[in-house]
Structure formats: structure tokens, C-alpha cells
């Protein structure tokens, strides 16, 4: 399983990004894709997840309203479309596998899905800076 994210960069506050997860080593659509993000000194934040076949989609609190995840098949890509970002959005976001099946497991219907253990590899993480 190989991720690789990018799309992070300085932005000010108000501003936009929008993040790419290319996934490959697995069968896209089979396995749900979660994304995280990693701020110095706290401990990682699931923001979103993805159940690409099944469409499932869910949002940490933090992010609702603000944050959109989509995915592409052909490309085997997730995106996180982030929009009004805050100062307190910083961090390294990165996106992992979901560890089960996403039909069978009922993927991405719940606050379970955006736990850590729940994902297994993830990408190296992309960088977003948020100036105020």
C-alpha cells in the first residue's frame, strides 16, 4: 500500500486548499480512506473519511461545514477540499486505509471512522500553514 499526499502550502485565514490522497498497492473502492491531521504537542485529529463505492462520507465537528472529501476511481485519488481555514487548522494532514472491508463494515457511517486504529499505513503528510 503506497499513499502520497500533496496540495498543502501557506495560506491566510479565509483561505483554500485542496489536499490529494493517490492511493495504490490495494483495489480502490474496496477500503475506505480516512484523513488526519497531525499538530505539534496534540495527538492526532480524524477530520474526515471517505467510503468511495458506497459514497459514505463523515466530518469531524471541528471541520463540518468547512471541509468537503470526494474521491476519483479512475484516478484512485481522495481529495479534502478545505475552505475558511482557521490558525487552528494547521498541522500535517495525512490520509491512511481504512483496517476493514467498507461494504461490509458499514464504512464511514460514524465517529468510530475517524478513529486512528481504525486505519492502517497511511501517506508522509502534506504541510498546511495557516497565518492570521
Known amino acids: 500500500v503506497q499513499l502520497v499526499e500533496s496540495g498543502g502550502g501557506l495560506v491566510q485565514a479565509g483561505g483554500s486548499l485542496r489536499l490529494s490522497c493517490s492511493a495504490s498497492?490495494?483495489?480502490?473502492?474496496?477500503?475506505?480512506i480516512g484523513w488526519f491531521r497531525q499538530a505539534p504537542g496534540k495527538e492526532d485529529e480524524g477530520v474526515s473519511c471517505?467510503?468511495?463505492?458506497?459514497?459514505?462520507?463523515f466530518y469531524s465537528d471541528s471541520v463540518k461545514g468547512r471541509f468537503t472529501v470526494s474521491s476519483d476511481g479512475e484516478k484512485s485519488t481522495a481529495y479534502l477540499q478545505m475552505m475558511n481555514l482557521k490558525p487552528e487548522d494547521a498541522a500535517i494532514y495525512y490520509c491512511?486505509?481504512?483496517?476493514?472491508?467498507?461494504?461490509?463494515?458499514?464504512?464511514?457511517?460514524?465517529?468510530?471512522?475517524?478513529?486512528?486504529?481504525?486505519?492502517?499505513?497511511r501517506g508522509q503528510g502534506t504541510q498546511v500553514l495557516v497565518s492570521s
Open positions: 491512511a486505509v481504512g483496517r476493514l472491508p467498507a461494504r461490509s463494515s458499514g464504512w464511514c457511517t460514524g465517529q468510530i471512522h475517524l478513529e486512528r486504529p481504525m486505519y492502517i499505513s
Open positions: 498497492g490495494f483495489n480502490w473502492g474496496d477500503y475506505g
Open positions: 471517505i467510503s468511495p463505492q458506497e459514497h459514505n462520507t
